[in-house]
C-alpha cells in the first residue's frame, strides 16, 4: 500500500517539531541550571571541585530528567504550535477549507507515538547508564561509604521443586558477588501446605557464579544432629547477579531494557518486585502518556483565536497538564505502597486523559 503524506500535514508536522524543540530547549536550560546550583550546593561545598566538573555531573544527570519531563515537553510544544498557528489564523484557513479538528491533531498524535517509543528504548538507557556514572562519580568525590548499605542485613527467598531456601546473610560485598556469614535454611512443604525446616547450612563466605553458589567452610546443622563439617561445597542456584546486587538500587537507576530480566530474578527470589514493575509498565505507558499531553494541548488550542478566548483557553491546557500530573503522581504512590496494582497506577492516568480529551475534541468538532 501507498501512503501519501499531504504537504500540509507535514507542514504541520514541522510547526509542531519546531514547538517540541523551543520546549526541549528552555527545560533542558531549566533543568541545567537548577541542578548545577543543586550540585553546587551538595557537593561543591564539601569538597574542592571545580565549576566544570559541576557541570558535567549535571549533564550526567540530564538525560534522565529530561525523559521524566517529556509530559511537559509535548504539552508546552504542541500548545506553543498550535497557539502560534490559531494566533496567526492558520487554523482559521484550515477549518474554512474543511480540513478536520482530526487531520490537525494527527501529526501531534503521530510524532508523540514515535518520540514515545524512542524516549523509552534510547533515551532511558542512556540516562540510566550516565545516572549510574553520576552517583559513583559523587561517592567518589564525597567519599561516600557505600559499605553501610552493602552492611545491611540480606535476605533472599529461593522457591525449590520441593519447598523453598531462605538466605539469610550479614553482609554483601558487591565487587565479588559474595555474602559474607550466610546461612541458608532448607524448608519442605509438607502435605498439609505448612513448611517443615529440613537443614540449615552455615558458611563463612558464599560467592555467586553462574548458577550456584561457591560456599567456604560449611556446615550443615539437621534438627535433632549433630553439626557436619562440609568444608568447600557448591548449591544450585536460580538467582542471578541482578536479583541479588540491584536489589538496592533505585527503579530510576534500571535500563527499560534491563527491568524484565530484574523484575523475574527478583520474583525467583523472593523479592518485592512492585517499585519495579510500576516503573516498567510507567516506561510503557510513555508513548500514551506525551499522546495524552498532546491531546490535551490541541484541546485546548483548537478554539478559533478570532472567536476570543483562545489564550485562556491554552492557560486552562497548561493548568489540566499539571493536573494530570499530579492525579498520575499519586496514583504512582499509591502503586508503590501496594494499594493499587502496577498496571492500574500506571496506566490509569494517560488512559483516561487521553478519552477524555478524545471526547472534547469530538465534540467540538462533531457537535
Known amino acids: 500500500?501507498?501512503?501519501?503524506?499531504?504537504?500540509?500535514?507535514?507542514?504541520?508536522?514541522?510547526?509542531?517539531?519546531?514547538g517540541l524543540l523551543v520546549s526541549a530547549g528552555i527545560v533542558a536550560t531549566i533543568i541545567i541550571l537548577v541542578d548545577f546550583v543543586e550540585q553546587s550546593r551538595s557537593i561543591g561545598t564539601r569538597v574542592d571541585i571545580s565549576a566544570f566538573d559541576i557541570l558535567l555531573l549535571t549533564l550526567m544527570r540530564a538525560p534522565l530528567l529530561l525523559e521524566e519531563t517529556l509530559p511537559f515537553i509535548f504539552l508546552f510544544g504542541v500548545l506553543f504550535a498550535l497557539f502560534r498557528l490559531n494566533r496567526r489564523s492558520e487554523l482559521v484557513v484550515m477549518r474554512a477549507s474543511g480540513y478536520s479538528a482530526w487531520r490537525i491533531v494527527n501529526p501531534a498524535i503521530v510524532i508523540s507515538l514515535v518520540l514515545g517509543i524512542l524516549g523509552a528504548t534510547l533515551l532511558n538507557p542512556v540516562g540510566s547508564s550516565l545516572n549510574a556514572q553520576f552517583e559513583a562519580r559523587r561517592d567518589a568525590l564525597t567519599n561516600v561509604d557505600t559499605e553501610q548499605l552493602q552492611a545491611q542485613q540480606i535476605w533472599l527467598r529461593e522457591t525449590t521443586s520441593d519447598g523453598f531456601i531462605v538466605i539469610s546473610a550479614g553482609q554483601l560485598e558487591e565487587n565479588v558477588r559474595e555474602l559474607l556469614q550466610p546461612a541458608f535454611h532448607f524448608y519442605n512443604t509438607n502435605e498439609a501446605g505448612t513448611p517443615d525446616l529440613d537443614r540449615r547450612v552455615s558458611a563463612e563466605t558464599a560467592r555467586l557464579t553462574a548458577g550456584f553458589w561457591a560456599l567456604e567452610g560449611a556446615v550443615e546443622l539437621a534438627p535433632g544432629a549433630e553439626p557436619v563439617e562440609l568444608g568447600d561445597i557448591s548449591l544450585p542456584t536460580s538467582i542471578d547477579r541482578q536479583?541479588?546486587?540491584?536489589?538496592?538500587?533505585?527503579?530510576?537507576?534500571?535500563?527499560?531494557?534491563?527491568?524484565?530480566?530484574?523484575?523475574?530474578?527478583?520474583?525467583?527470589?523472593?523479592?518485592?518486585?512492585?517499585?519495579?514493575?510500576?516503573?516498567?509498565?510507567?516506561?510503557?505507558?510513555?508513548?500514551?502518556?506525551?499522546?495524552?499531553?498532546?491531546?490535551?494541548?490541541?484541546?485546548?488550542?483548537?478554539?478559533?483565536?478570532?472567536?476570543?478566548?483562545?489564550?485562556?483557553?491554552?492557560?486552562?491546557?497548561?493548568?489540566?497538564?499539571?493536573?494530570?500530573?499530579?492525579?498520575?503522581?499519586?496514583?504512582?504512590?499509591?502503586?508503590?505502597?501496594?494499594?493499587?496494582?502496577?498496571?492500574?497506577?500506571?496506566?490509569?492516568?494517560?488512559?483516561?486523559?487521553?478519552?477524555?480529551?478524545?471526547?472534547?475534541?469530538?465534540?467540538?468538532?462533531?457537535?
Not at 534500571?254 to 523484575?263: A, E, K, N, Q, R
Not at 494541548?297 to 491546557?317: H, I, N, P, V
Open 243 to 367: 536479583s541479588l546486587f540491584e536489589r538496592i538500587r533505585s527503579p530510576r537507576g534500571v535500563s527499560f531494557w534491563d527491568l524484565p530480566g530484574l523484575i523475574a530474578s527478583a520474583e525467583s527470589a523472593g523479592l518485592a518486585v512492585e517499585r519495579f514493575e510500576l516503573r516498567w509498565q510507567g516506561l510503557l505507558t510513555l508513548p500514551l502518556t506525551l499522546i495524552a499531553a498532546s491531546l490535551i494541548a490541541a484541546a485546548a488550542t483548537l478554539r478559533l483565536y478570532r472567536l476570543g478566548g483562545a489564550a485562556a483557553f491554552a492557560l486552562t491546557g497548561g493548568a489540566a497538564g499539571f493536573l494530570v500530573y499530579f492525579v498520575q503522581e499519586v496514583l504512582y504512590t499509591l502503586g508503590e505502597n501496594g494499594t493499587l496494582p502496577p498496571l492500574t497506577a500506571a496506566w490509569a492516568a494517560p488512559l483516561l486523559t487521553t478519552l477524555l480529551a478524545l471526547a472534547y475534541i469530538a465534540s467540538t468538532e462533531d457537535g
Open 1 to 18: 500500500m501507498n501512503f501519501k503524506i499531504s504537504r500540509l500535514s507535514r507542514y504541520l508536522a514541522r510547526q509542531i517539531l519546531f
